[in-house]
């Protein structure tokens, strides 16, 4: 009896050592360690920016798994369920840091492209002001051109005496111009003197006609070499003598037409281009007298005075 207590302490013995050296059924390392991985898969951030990490915790899990399942040591299982359970929280912390990247990202980019819109609102904004005010200023022109042409300068000739027992309204100015008559050409012809001299004050058509007639007489005096010592002292002798034609008190002198021209504005406003608004409607008339602020009109917005 005591041999087969002895045997079966023994076996107890044995069994109970080689329960140690294998993974019990429950294992808590290694079901954290499932927890941790199975988390992260399921956080679909994880899936969009981290899947590396992802990847690597997966693996070190499943080294895991097939290490325990080959009866390795406890120690080497535990140690890598406890690096799968590390690398799916560091993939979730990726995962949670590079989304709020992301999403600052988006958020600048929304921004930017907010204040660009704001910029390309207030440039429409002021370019509309701009062609307002060309819009105003081509109105102006227009105007003004309308009453510049033919005719225009000619106030109208409208009746604006006040009529009997007729009821009447003040009108608010909203523009006048003074009309000035076009200048007027004043012509006029003088009789200018002209002297027949040149600028040193001798008479030149004298001169040239001397000096032809002296060759003619001195030409006609001797012969050969004579003759023509003649008519160089005739031709010199009859410029002298034309020359001195007309010289001193008794100088000759012609007098001629000449037309003088000068251009002269008119004094004065020729009247008044006015503009003025009355219940809402725009009118224009032409008054003789500049107006003040209102004028006086009447149910039907025409002048009276």
Same mark, same amino acid.
């Given at each position: 009896?005591?041999?087969?207590?002895?045997?079966?302490?023994?076996?107890?013995?044995? %069994?109970?050592?080689?329960?140690?050296?294998?993974?019990?059924?429950?294992d808590?390392?290694?079901?954290?360690?499932?927890?941790?991985?199975?988390?992260?898969?399921?956080?679909?951030?994880?899936?969009?920016?981290?899947?590396?990490?992802?990847? =690597?915790?997966v693996?070190t899990?499943?080294?895991?798994?097939? %290490?325990?399942?080959?009866g390795?040591?406890?120690?080497?299982?535990h140690?890598?369920?406890? %690096?799968?359970?590390?690398?799916? &929280?560091?993939?979730?912390?990726?995962?949670?840091?590079?989304?709020?990247?992301?999403a600052?990202v988006?958020?600048?980019?929304?921004?930017?492209?907010q204040? +660009?819109a704001?910029? +390309? =609102?207030?440039?429409?904004?002021?370019?509309? /002001?701009?062609?307002?005010?060309?819009?105003?200023?081509?109105?102006?022109a227009?105007?003004?051109?309308?009453?510049?042409?033919? #005719?225009? $300068?000619?106030?109208?000739?409208?009746? $604006? !005496?006040?009529?009997?027992?007729?009821?009447?309204?003040?009108?608010?100015?909203? $523009?006048?111009?003074?009309? &000035?008559?076009?200048?007027?050409q004043?012509?006029?012809?003088d009789?200018?003197?002209?002297?027949?001299?040149?600028?040193?004050?001798?008479?030149?058509?004298?001169?040239?006609i001397?000096?032809?007639?002296?060759g003619? %007489?001195?030409?006609?005096i001797? #012969?050969?070499?004579?003759?023509?010592?003649?008519?160089? /002292?005739? /031709?010199?002798? #009859?410029?002298?003598?034309?020359?001195?034609?007309? !010289?001193?008190?008794?100088?000759l002198?012609?007098?001629?037409?000449?037309?003088?021209?000068?251009?002269?504005s008119?004094?004065?406003?020729?009247?008044?281009?006015? +503009?003025?608004?009355?219940? #809402?409607?725009?009118?224009?008339?032409?008054? +003789?007298?500049?107006?003040?602020?209102t /004028? &006086?009109?009447?149910a039907?917005g025409?002048?009276? &005075?």
């Amino acid at each position: 009896m005591l041999r087969n207590s002895a045997k079966s302490v023994l076996v107890l013995a044995v %069994l109970a050592a080689a329960g140690c050296a294998s993974v019990p059924e429950r294992d808590l390392v290694m079901e954290d360690a499932r927890v941790s991985v199975n988390a992260a898969r399921s956080n679909p951030q994880v899936a969009s920016y981290a899947p590396a990490e992802l990847d =690597q915790a997966v693996a070190t899990l499943r080294q895991a798994d097939d %290490l325990a399942a080959r009866g390795g040591r406890l120690g080497d299982v535990h140690q890598l369920a406890t %690096l799968a359970s590390q690398r799916a &929280v560091f993939a979730q912390d990726a995962a949670r840091t590079r989304s709020e990247q992301a999403a600052l990202v988006v958020q600048r980019r929304a921004n930017e492209a907010q204040s +660009t819109a704001n910029l +390309t =609102q207030r440039q429409a904004e002021s370019a509309q /002001i701009q062609a307002n005010a060309a819009q105003r200023q081509a109105d102006e022109a227009q105007r003004v051109a309308s009453s510049m042409q033919p #005719g225009a $300068y000619a106030p109208s000739a409208y009746d $604006y !005496r006040k009529r009997q027992n007729e009821p009447l309204y003040e009108a608010n100015v909203t $523009y006048v111009r003074a009309v &000035v008559g076009s200048p007027q050409q004043a012509c006029w012809v003088d009789r200018e003197r002209v002297g027949n001299r040149g600028s040193s004050g001798y008479n030149i058509p004298g001169a040239i006609i001397g000096g032809a007639i002296g060759g003619i %007489l001195g030409h006609q005096i001797g #012969g050969g070499r004579g003759q023509d010592i003649a008519t160089g /002292i005739g /031709i010199v002798g #009859g410029a002298a003598v034309g020359a001195n034609v007309g !010289r001193g008190p008794g100088d000759l002198v012609y007098t001629q037409n000449v037309q003088r021209c000068e251009y002269a504005s008119t004094a004065g406003v020729d009247y008044w281009d006015v +503009t003025y608004n009355f219940r #809402g409607s725009e009118h224009r008339t032409q008054m +003789t007298t500049q107006p003040g602020n209102t /004028i &006086v009109v009447n149910a039907q917005g025409e002048p009276r &005075v």
